[in-house]
């Protein structure tokens, strides 16, 4: 046997001897993906940690810092782990300034009754701001829905496994938003606005009183692809007020430049048509395009599911992540797991199904 030189070597040769323990491949690779599971996240806020420990000792004492990097035995694999995160670092740089660029007057605040401003922006956080901002100019408007989102997410907990507690926004809150916008059809160009009314103070509370297309339309189609659900976990207060749209079959229209003395001259008016006989010949109906033998539309239903099990295990991420019972966290792997392998087997059918299905 040839002796080992790389120390990453002898990591692998010890993994494969603790893997080969196991009954069958099912178990080998559920203790892959438990040991990855449980050890990246905690690395991650290992590594982040250094670096803040290292950027004080830096700022604060440069010279003895300077010494202790020159003496120190681990300097490169130091040297390596900073280089990382600078990385990391530079790239959430990035996204802060382009969401500074595209809201320049949102102070990175989300406040409504309750202040649910996170600890901090993860990188998921970050990517789902930056798409958001992309495509909805109003930021308030944002605030105001992520708050109702978290609301919905704290009050109403059926069927709520995986979703966290926390009363601040957390990165599932924001998926939630995307997919709403995702699902939201796309915007019509808007007449140009008429002009400003005599009273400048109106119309300002109006503009501020109109919910923005993107996000009304958003929150449409949303309810529209969850209806039956139970309360709509998602929005929360917001599921029970009234539509947005105006119901034009409960108005009664006026027109200023008809003729009304028409209706009020006997000799003008005009007598109501009789009622049709009774053995007239009925209507022929019309097809029910539901019997046509159309292609099967469940690539549409099993492309919603997909997206219903991806946002349920960002969810279970978050609640492993921020759980420290270990039963409990048993108890998450194995939900998470279930959920993993439910998107594999729906991933594999939408690959298999045949082109002309929609």
Same mark, same amino acid.
């Given at each position: 046997?040839?002796?080992?030189?790389?120390?990453?070597?002898?990591?692998?040769?010890?993994?494969?001897?603790?893997?080969? =323990?196991?009954?069958?491949?099912?178990?080998?690779?559920?203790?892959?993906?438990?040991?990855? $599971?449980? &050890?990246?996240?905690?690395?991650?806020?290992?590594?982040?940690?250094?670096?803040?420990?290292?950027?004080?000792?830096?700022?604060?004492?440069?010279?003895?810092?300077?010494?202790?990097?020159?003496?120190?035995?681990?300097?490169?694999?130091?040297? +390596?782990?900073?280089? +990382?995160?600078?990385?990391?670092?530079? =790239?959430?740089? =990035?996204?802060?300034? =382009?969401?500074?660029?595209?809201?320049?007057?949102?102070?990175? *605040?989300?406040?409504?009754?309750?202040?649910?401003?996170?600890?901090?922006?993860?990188? @998921?956080?970050?990517?789902?701001?930056?798409?958001?901002?992309?495509?909805?100019? %109003?930021?308030?408007?944002?605030?105001?829905?992520?708050?109702?989102?978290?609301?919905?997410?704290?009050? %109403?907990?059926?069927?709520?496994?995986?979703?966290?507690?926390?009363?601040?926004?957390?990165?599932?809150?924001?998926?939630?938003?995307?997919?709403?916008?995702?699902?939201?059809?796309?915007?019509?160009?808007?007449?140009?606005?008429?002009?400003?009314?005599?009273?400048?103070?109106?119309?300002?509370?109006?503009?501020?009183?109109?919910?923005?297309?993107?996000?009304?339309?958003?929150?449409?189609?949303?309810?529209?692809?969850?209806?039956?659900?139970?309360?709509?976990?998602?929005?929360?207060?917001?599921?029970?007020?009234?539509?947005?749209?105006?119901?034009?079959?409960? @108005?009664?229209?006026?027109?200023?430049?008809?003729?009304?003395?028409?209706?009020?001259?006997?000799? $003008?008016?005009?007598?109501?048509?009789?009622?049709?006989?009774?053995?007239?010949?009925?209507?022929? &109906?019309?097809?029910?395009?539901?019997?046509?033998?159309?292609?099967?539309?469940?690539?549409?239903?099993?492309?919603?599911?997909? *997206?219903?099990?991806?946002?349920?295990?960002?969810?279970?991420?978050?609640?492993?992540?921020?759980?420290?019972?270990?039963?409990?966290?048993?108890?998450?792997?194995?939900?998470?797991?279930?959920?993993?392998?439910?998107?594999?087997?729906?991933?594999?059918?939408?690959? %298999?199904?045949?082109?002309?299905?929609?």
């Amino acid at each position: 046997m040839n002796p080992v030189i790389l120390e990453e070597d002898f990591y692998y040769e010890r993994v494969s001897q603790q893997v080969a =323990k196991c009954r069958d491949d099912a178990a080998r690779i559920a203790v892959l993906k438990q040991h990855l $599971t449980d &050890r990246v996240r905690p690395n991650n806020q290992a590594v982040l940690n250094i670096f803040a420990h290292a950027r004080y000792f830096q700022d604060t004492f440069p010279e003895q810092y300077e010494a202790f990097v020159r003496e120190f035995a681990w300097q490169r694999e130091l040297h +390596m782990q900073l280089d +990382m995160v600078k990385s990391q670092l530079s =790239k959430e740089q =990035k996204l802060v300034q =382009k969401i500074s660029e595209l809201w320049p007057e949102w102070d990175w *605040r989300i406040a409504g009754r309750t202040d649910r401003t996170p600890e901090f922006y993860s990188n @998921r956080m970050l990517d789902s701001l930056r798409w958001i901002a992309g495509r909805e100019d %109003n930021w308030a408007a944002v605030m105001a829905r992520l708050c109702e989102i978290a609301r919905g997410r704290l009050q %109403n907990r059926i069927n709520a496994f995986g979703q966290p507690r926390t009363a601040t926004i957390t990165a599932s809150d924001l998926a939630v938003l995307v997919d709403e916008m995702r699902l939201a059809p796309p915007a019509i160009q808007s007449p140009p606005p008429p002009p400003a009314s005599q009273n400048p103070a109106a119309a300002r509370n109006a503009n501020r009183r109109r919910r923005p297309k993107v996000l009304r339309s958003a929150r449409d189609a949303w309810k529209r692809q969850h209806r039956g659900e139970e309360d709509d976990v998602e929005i929360g207060r917001a599921g029970s007020a009234a539509p947005l749209g105006d119901d034009s079959s409960s @108005r009664v229209s006026f027109d200023p430049d008809g003729d009304s003395g028409d209706e009020l001259d006997p000799s $003008t008016r005009r007598s109501p048509s009789p009622p049709p006989p009774r053995n007239a010949r009925p209507r022929p &109906r019309r097809p029910n395009r539901s019997n046509t033998n159309d292609p099967p539309r469940l690539r549409a239903q099993y492309g919603r599911l997909l *997206r219903d099990l991806r946002r349920q295990a960002t969810l279970e991420d978050d609640a492993i992540s921020a759980e420290a019972n270990l039963a409990r966290l048993v108890d998450l792997f194995q939900r998470r797991r279930t959920t993993q392998q439910a998107m594999q087997s729906v991933q594999q059918l939408l690959d %298999n199904f045949p082109p002309h299905w929609q």
